[in-house]
């Protein structure tokens, strides 16, 4: 009787991780959906980017290595859907929420991954009409991104 509840358990567990999506796969499953429009700049784009901005362009967030967004916002209500279903199901381990949003059908989700007291990687997730992924990879603090949202 143990066994059976601990196997039922188990294979709930299993099922659970197995449902968790990562943002890597959230990238991947929609880059090519249709309307869908996908920009990466790497280290290299960004350092280029970096030599034609002036000082504060970003917010005074210099150390971008790189920048990923796909704006879902002119796909399908289809594809829309489907990425707010995988996105309740995002398995965002790695990340603290900073921010947790949900206004008129848009929610948001701003999660950092940390190294020390610097953010390494900042990702925005929008569902709802204005559907969205973002993901910035670098070298900042906190205070740099109130920089950024204030300046946008």
Known sequence: MVKKYFLCISLFL????????????????FSDAPNVENVKLDKSM???????????????????DSLQVLDLSKCSSE??????????????????????????GENVRVLVKMNNEDISELVVVTTGKEAALVKIKGKFNKSDISKLTNKQ
């Open 79 to 104: 594809i829309k859907d489907k990425f707010a279903e995988m996105v309740k199901t995002l398995n965002a381990e790695g990340y603290e929420t900073l921010v947790r949003s949900n206004e008129n």
């Open 14 to 29: 299993v099922a659970q991780l197995s449902l968790g999506q990562n943002i890597e796969k959230l990238f991947k499953e």
């Open 46 to 64: 960004m350092t280029l980017a970096k030599s034609f901005s002036k000082g504060d362009d970003l917010g005074g967030v210099k150390d971008i």
